[in-house]
C-alpha cells in the first residue's frame, strides 16, 4: 500500500487548503483513510478520519467546523478541506490508512497500518 498526499503550504491565518491523499495497493474496498499532524515537539495526533464502509467521519474536536474530510468515487482517495486555519494549525500532515471493515467510527483508529510521509502545512499570523 501507498500513500502520496499532496497540497500543503504556506498560508495566513483565515485562509484556506486542501489536502490530498492518493492510496494505492488495497485489496479490500473496507478501510479507514485519516489525516494526522504533527506540529513541532508535540506529539502526532488524529484530525480527522472516514470510513469507506459507511463514510462516517470523526473529527478532532477543535477542527470540527473548520476541517472536511471526504473520499473520492473510488474511496482510494481522501480529502481534507482545511479552512479558517490558525497558526496552531500548523504542522506535518500525513494520510494514513487502516485496513478493516469499521463503520460509525467514533475516532481514528490507534494504529494505523500505513503512512504517508507527510504533507507541512504552515499557517503565519
Known amino acids: 500500500v501507498q500513500l502520496v498526499e499532496s497540497g500543503g503550504g504556506s498560508v495566513q491565518a483565515g485562509g484556506s487548503l486542501r489536502l490530498s491523499c492518493s492510496a494505492s495497493?488495497?485489496?479490500?474496498?473496507?478501510?479507514?483513510l485519516g489525516w494526522f499532524r504533527q506540529a513541532p515537539g508535540k506529539e502526532r495526533e488524529g484530525v480527522s478520519c472516514i470510513s469507506s464502509v459507511d463514510s462516517s467521519t470523526y473529527y478532532k474536536g477543535s477542527e470540527k467546523g473548520r476541517f472536511t474530510i471526504s473520499s473520492g468515487t473510488a474511496k482510494n482517495t481522501v480529502y481534507l478541506q482545511m479552512d479558517a486555519l490558525k497558526p496552531e494549525d500548523t504542522a506535518v500532515y500525513y494520510c494514513?490508512?487502516?485496513?478493516?471493515?469499521?463503520?460509525?467510527?467514533?475516532?481514528?483508529?490507534?494504529?494505523?497500518?500505513?503512512w504517508g510521509k507527510g504533507t507541512l502545512v504552515t499557517v503565519s499570523s
Open positions: 494514513a490508512a487502516y485496513l478493516g471493515r469499521v463503520g460509525l467510527i467514533q475516532r481514528c483508529p490507534i494504529a494505523m497500518d500505513y
Open positions: 495497493g488495497f485489496t479490500s474496498d473496507d478501510h479507514i
